[in-house]
C-alpha cells in the first residue's frame, strides 16, 4: 500500500512532469495544429501561444519532428513552442525554457525522488545559515567567474550589483530555498543515503543550461559540515592548500570560453580567478562530501543493498537509454529530469559501429560502471550473500546488455580477469606479491593481443619500428609543424619514416618553436644517446602500450597540445580546469572536445607532476596496505586504477564519486577521523 | 533591414508583393495602405500606440523596437521573484502554524 505522503509525492512528481509543459497562453485562441511544411509559418507567428504538450497531442509520435530546448526564452515562453524550423523532411521544434524555472523544477523533481529514501536517524546539521551563506558566495564566484557561459545560455543573464536586479535576486532566493530543502530532506535521510549512491549515475543531475550540477551543491553542504563537524586529515588538507595558493598566484586569464559540452556541470568553462577558486573549493568539498556520506553511514551501510541498488541502477540506464534512443520526446524529458550533460543517444546503433552510450555522456565510463556492478553482484551471490532470483537474473542480463552495447573492452576484460583473481584467491590463499604478478602477465597478454590489431592513423603499417614511436608520430601529425604548408601530414610521414629522422624536422625553420614542450620533450627522451643493454626506451615503450590499448592516436594529440612550462608541469593547472589546455597551444588542427582520453594525463594536467605523484604514491599505498581478499572494493578499486589509465572517467561527477567510494571502502574509517 | 523572427511574429510573413525598404527616419516617406493587411496594434516603451496597415509599415517599426504586446515590457524576473518569496513566506507561515498547533 502506497501511504498518504507517498501518493502526495508521487501526485507532485507527476505535476512537475506535465505542468511546466501544459500551461497554454489564455489570452488567445491559437490551436495546436499538425507540423508540416504549410503550418511552419503559423508556428513561427505563434510563438509562445501553444504549450509544448498541446503541440505533442495534435502531433502524436512523428518521428519526423525533432524536439529541442530553446533556453534564450523569456519567462513568459517557457514549456511553450518557441519556434518551428523545417530541416530536410524533419521539422525542429524549440520548446521555451529558462534557466530560473529550470533551476526550481529540476531541484524539486530531484528533491522529491530523495524524499523517497527511507528516514533513519536525524542528524542535526551544525552552522546551518552560515553554510548556506558560505554555498551563495561560491555560486555567486561560480556565476562571475563563468559569466561568459551564462551570457549565452540565458537571455537576461545580468550580474550588476544592484536591488533592481530581479534576474540575480530570484537565482539567490531559489538557491537559498533548494539550501532549505536539502537541510530539511537530508536530517533524517543522512545515515540511508550511501545506500542509494549507484543512483548518481542515473541522475547525473546537472541543471539545464547551467554549468552547475545539484549533486555538487548537495556535497559541498555535506563537504562543509565534514569540516565543521569532525577531526579531518590536516596533512592533506595543507597539501592541497599549497597547490591552491599556486594556482592562484599563477593564474593567467584568458577570454576564451571553453565548450564544456559534456563535461557541463562538473568543468571549468573559463580561466580566471573566481571560476578557478570556486571549482577548487567544490573539488576540495566534494570530496570531504563523500566522506561526510560515508562516515555517517557506517552503522547503517548495508553492502547488499548498495549491490542490488547497482544492478537496479544499471537496468535503469539501460532501459532510459533505449527508450531515448526511440522516442525523441523521452530523449528530451530523460536530458531535463534526468540532468544529463548531454542529450541520450537518438539511435540504438552504436557510434561507428562501436560504442553505445545510451544516457551517459561517455560509453568509457558507463561501460566501467556495468563492468563495476556485475562484479560487485557477483562477488556476494559468489560469497552465497546474494541469492540469484528471476528478477535479479533479468537485471543482470540487462547490465550485460549494457556493458557489452558500451563496447569497453578494457572494462570486460579486466573485469574477468579480476574475477577469476578474485575466485583463485577464494580458492587458495595467495599473497599481494602473487597478485601483482598474475596481474603484469595477465596485462602484457592483453597488450599483445591487442597489439596484433592495431594500426596507427599516420601508417598503416605498423612495424616495431612505427610502433615505437607511434605516440610521437600522432602528435606531430596534430601539431603545428609546417604551418600553412599544403599536405603537412606528408611532410611528417617523409621525414619520421621515409629519412627515419627526428632531429631534421625540428631543423626546417619554424617547426622547433611550433612544437609543444611535452612533445620536444619526449622527442628528446626517445632520441636520446644513452641506450642500456636489454632495457627498453620508456617512449618506445609507452607508445608500444598506447598503440596496444588504442590510444595512440589521443595521446598523441595530447602531447602536440600539452605544452606547460616547468611550474604548470609541477602543479598544474587546478582541478576540473581543461581552458588552459584547450586554448593554450596548437588550437588549429584539432577540431571538437578530443579529451586527452586518460584520467592520468587529466591528474597531470590539473594537479601537476607533484599531484600526480602523490595521488599515485596515496592510492598504491592503500591498495597494498589494505589487501583483503573478501572485500569485494579491493578488486574495484584496482579495476577502476587499471581502466583510469585509458578513460576520463575523472571528469565526470558520477565516475568521480565511485571512485572516492571505492577508495573509502578500502580505509578503515572510523566516525572520528 | 533583414526580416528576422521579431518581424515574422509580430507582423507576420512577408507578402510576396512587397518589396523589402529600409525607411528608416526618413520623415518624407508614406507607408502604403495594404488592403489584405489586417491592421495590427504596436506599442513602444512609453506606452505610445500605433496603428500600422502594411506589412512593411509594421516591419519598420517592429525593427525600430516597437512591439505588439506590451508584456514585452514587463519585467518577468521582478514578477517571478515577488511570487517565489510570496510562495516561501506562505509556506514559513504556514509551517509555523501548524507546528504551534502540533505543540
Known sequence: MIGTKNSIKIFLIVLILLLPWGVPNLQDNVEAKNIDSTTVG????????????????????????????????SIKCFGKINGVDQVGENFKVAVGTNILINFLIQSFFWILLISFISRGEKREFKNKISSAAFL????????????????????????????????????????????????ILF?????????????????????????????????????????????????YSLTYLSFCLFWLLRQNSNGYLFDVDKLRGFSNSSLNIPSVLFWMLSFYLLIHGIIYITKNSLQNIDHIVIVKNFLITGSLITFFGFLSAYSSIFNLFSYYYFGLNKRAMTEISSISGNTWRGLAPSAESIGEFFAYSIFIFLFYVYKKQIKITWLYAIFLLINIIGMIRANNVAAILSIIVLFILFVVNQKIEVKIRSILIFIIIIFLLILGFFFSAREISISPEVSYEVASKSLILEGLKYSNLFEGENDRNKNVSRYLEGENDLGTIFLYPGNSEAISSSLKFVSN?????????????????????????????KWGIFLSKYNPNTSEFLFGTGPLELNSYFYGHNTGNVDGLVLPHSSILDILLFFGFFGLLLFTFFVLKILVNNFNSDNPYWYLLLFLLINWVKSDSILYIGPFILFVFTLIQNIKITNKD | MEINQKIIEQCGIKPTNVELIIVGND????????????????????????????????????????????DVFINEERILFFTILLLTTVGIVLKRYYQNKIA
Open chain 2, 27 to 70: 520623415p518624407n516617406f508614406v507607408f502604403a495602405n495594404d488592403p489584405n493587411f489586417q491592421t495590427v496594434v504596436l506599442y513602444d516603451i512609453e506606452g505610445n500606440v500605433i496603428n500600422v496597415n502594411s506589412w512593411l509599415e509594421c516591419a519598420n517599426y517592429v525593427n525600430g523596437g516597437w512591439v505588439n504586446n506590451l
Open chain 1, 187 to 235: 536530517e533524517y535521510r543522512l545515515s540511508n543515503l550511501i545506500l542509494y549512491l549507484p543512483f548518481v549515475f542515473l541522475l547525473s543531475s546537472t541543471f539545464d543550461y547551467m554549468n552547475y550540477n545539484f549533486l555538487l551543491l548537495v556535497f559541498s553542504f555535506f563537504g562543509i559540515q565534514n569540516l565543521i563537524e569532525t577531526d579531518f586529515s590536516k596533512k
Open chain 1, 136 to 183: 551563495i558566495v561560491l555560486f555567486m564566484l561560480h556565476l562571475f567567474g563563468e559569466s561568459k557561459f551564462y551570457q549565452i545560455s540565458s537571455k537576461n543573464f545580468d550580474l550588476e550589483v544592484s536591488f533592481s536586479n530581479f534576474f540575480i535576486l530570484s537565482l539567490i532566493l531559489n538557491f537559498i530555498i533548494v539550501i532549505y530543502f536539502i537541510w
Open chain 1, 42 to 73: 503559423y508556428y513561427q507567428i505563434n510563438t509562445c501561444d501553444i504549450s509544448f504538450i498541446e503541440a505533442l497531442l495534435k502531433n502524436g509520435f512523428n518521428q519526423n519532428i525533432i524536439y529541442e530546448f530553446d533556453n534564450y526564452s
Open chain 1, 525 to 553: 627522451a626517445f632520441t636520446q644517446n644513452v641506450n642500456i643493454p636489454f632495457v627498453p626506451n620508456g617512449i618506445a615503450a609507452l607508445s608500444l602500450f598506447a598503440l596496444s590499448i588504442n590510444r595512440s592516436e
